[in-house]
């Protein structure tokens, strides 16, 4: 009996040792890993910036101010007292999406996505006066799974700077190589709309020497589609098209 019950104490020492080990792991990694989300984060942005600085941190704070828009009225808005999953600098597209009060659904043709934010972050990277640059959350469907990117466009708001794809689950070597640096380089001084103001981007087997074209990728018809309609929706009338043409005109403040 006495020995059942020195038994069992061992065996319940043992757990509550265990149980604590864990849990004082977990809560300590959590912390390390929002660290590293925060860091990617700010990585992925300042590179589709064309910045590749020493210290991120640093360079984000300096460089970088970022801002909400209400896609329905095409204005920032100001996300005091909204969730951490709809604050720019820690924004969620998933959960945001997911919200009752502050995601939507949007018709299945659309994006391939169920649904949206209604607010999404923008980032605008400082200028000597004004801005340089100004990059836009893009995420869309491919063949497999959902892409997750950063669109830079020049200060015309007009010729593309630069695109990454920093999650996306296609096939390697296939629909992969949209996250190939040699890939999104071609994207560089291209332009997304034309002289009137309509979303012109194309992703076109051989299409680079259009000044609207990106090279599709071969092997990759599915993936290249999800890229194309992903980009043209985010720059279109239902996503940032109309907050960028006030923005344009000098209507609206940033
Ligand atoms: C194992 C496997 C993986 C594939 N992965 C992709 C992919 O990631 N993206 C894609 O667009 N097509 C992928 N495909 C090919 C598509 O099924 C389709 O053949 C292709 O998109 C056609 O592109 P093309 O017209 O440029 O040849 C994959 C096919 C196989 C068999």
Not at 27 to 47: F, P, T
Not at 144 to 167: K, M, N, P
Request: glycine fraction near 10%.
């Amino acid at each position: 009996m006495l020995q059942t019950a020195k038994s069992l104490l061992v065996v319940l020492g043992v757990a509550l040792v265990c149980s604590f080990v864990v849990t004082s792991a977990a809560v300590l990694l959590e912390e390390r890993q929002q660290h590293n989300l925060r860091l990617e984060r700010i990585r992925n942005i300042l590179k589709v910036a064309g910045l590749m600085p020493d210290d991120p941190f640093a360079a984000y704070q300096k460089y970088i101010e970022a801002r909400l828009v209400d896609l329905h009225r095409a204005r920032t808005v100001d996300p005091a007292g909204l969730p951490l999953h709809l604050q720019p600098d820690t924004f969620d597209f998933d959960k945001a999406a997911r919200d009752p009060r502050y995601g939507e659904p949007i018709p299945p043709d659309r994006l391939g996505l169920k649904r949206r934010p209604r607010f999404m972050p923008v980032y605008f990277v400082r200028g000597d006066a004004d801005f340089d640059k100004l990059i836009l959350l893009i995420v869309g469907k491919g063949l497999w799974s959902t892409l997750y990117g950063y669109l830079a466009l020049e200060r015309d708001l007009v010729t593309i700077a630069g695109i990454v794809f920093y999650q996306q689950g296609e096939t390697p070597g296939l629909g992969g190589e949209i996250a190939n640096p040699r890939w999104q380089a071609q994207w560089r001084g291209k332009r997304a709309y034309d002289d009137r103001g309509r979303v012109a981007i194309r992703l076109v087997k051989g299409g680079a020497a259009s000044p609207y074209g990106v090279d599709a990728l071969s092997g990759a018809t599915l993936t290249t589609r999800g890229v194309e309609r992903a980009v043209r929706y985010w720059l279109g009338p239902e996503g940032y098209g109309p907050y960028l043409a006030r923005l344009r005109s000098g209507g609206v403040p940033r």
